[in-house]
């Protein structure tokens, strides 16, 4: 369902943009967000965009991420600026009709991640 792209390895201050691919009904009816996870850790939220509401993002990103969905290509992208060595996480994209930041269960669909890695 959810294809993520765009990970890498960066030095800290540098930019990276995650896309993530999925299909047309996916993308026409569902909320969509950016998880990271790094080892050891839980999977966090870090940002959401719905079909019409304004993105919400985790306090760690704001003013450094910015979440977007091109629903004519059916893409989802998380432009990350100025990432820093905490950035370092596989990030996971997904699609839910519900959409809550705050429970895993509300999102129905998941991308298989894609590692960002970020040098100091």
């Known amino acids: 369902q959810l294809q993520a792209s765009g990970g890498g390895l960066v030095q800290a201050g540098g930019s990276l943009r995650l896309s993530c691919a999925g299909s047309r009904r996916t993308f026409s009816i569902y909320a969509l967000g950016w998880f990271r996870q790094a080892p050891g850790k839980e999977r966090d939220f870090v940002a959401r965009?719905?079909?019409?509401?304004?993105?919400e993002y985790a306090d760690s990103v704001k003013g450094r991420f910015t979440i977007s969905r091109d629903s004519a290509m059916n893409t989802m992208y998380l432009q990350m600026n100025n990432l820093k060595p905490e950035d370092t996480a596989v990030y996971y994209c997904a699609a839910g009709q519900r959409g809550n930041p705050s429970y895993r269960s509300s999102w129905n669909y998941w991308g298989q991640g894609t590692q960002v890695t970020v040098s100091s």
């Open positions: 965009i719905g079909t019409t509401s304004t993105p």
